[in-house]
């Protein structure tokens, strides 16, 4: 005897990943920086709590905050906007570290209190399920 009705499919809601930036006291190959250096890179991972990956592509910077008082964060200027790029965010999970190479600048003036610093740089990535 044949049945008939309905069923159901629902979908996922999205979730915007977060992007935390790496630790370099823990992680000493990140650090880069020195005064009239111009290739310094940028570090961080991304937290992806989709059920699908991600490929971000463009990059924009944003606001730069520092740990040391006696350095200020006008002291390096990041390249931005920065496309072209690849960076995958797994699904469901923490990336490895990630980095953007060469956008990092130290300026030549920097003052001494800077070494040692860290900056956190703002970054807003933009990609799409992939």
């Known amino acids: 005897m044949p049945v008939s009705g309905s069923g159901r499919a629902s979908a996922t809601t999205a979730v915007s990943a977060t992007v935390t930036p790496v630790d370099c006291t ?3 190959a990140c650090v880069d920086l ?3 250096f111009a290739e310094g890179d940028v570090y961080f991972t991304i937290t992806n709590a989709n059920p699908y990956e991600i490929t971000f ?3 924009t910077a944003g606001n730069i905050t ?3 008082d006696d350095c200020p964060a006008t002291s390096i200027t990041v390249e931005s906007p920065v496309t072209g790029l690849s960076l995958v965010a ?3 999970s923490t990336s490895g570290q990630l980095s953007i190479d060469d956008v990092v ?3 030549l ?3 001494d209190g800077c070494q040692g610093a860290s900056f956190d740089i703002e970054l807003t990535l ?3 399920q992939s």
């Open 126 to 128: 933009t990609g799409a």
């Open 66 to 68: 520092v740990d040391a």
């Open 26 to 28: 823990v992680a000493p």
């Open 90 to 92: 797994p699904a469901s």
């Open 105 to 107: 600048t130290m300026i």
């Open 109 to 111: 003036a920097a003052p």
């Open 34 to 36: 020195y005064p009239g």
């Open 57 to 59: 592509t463009d990059m």
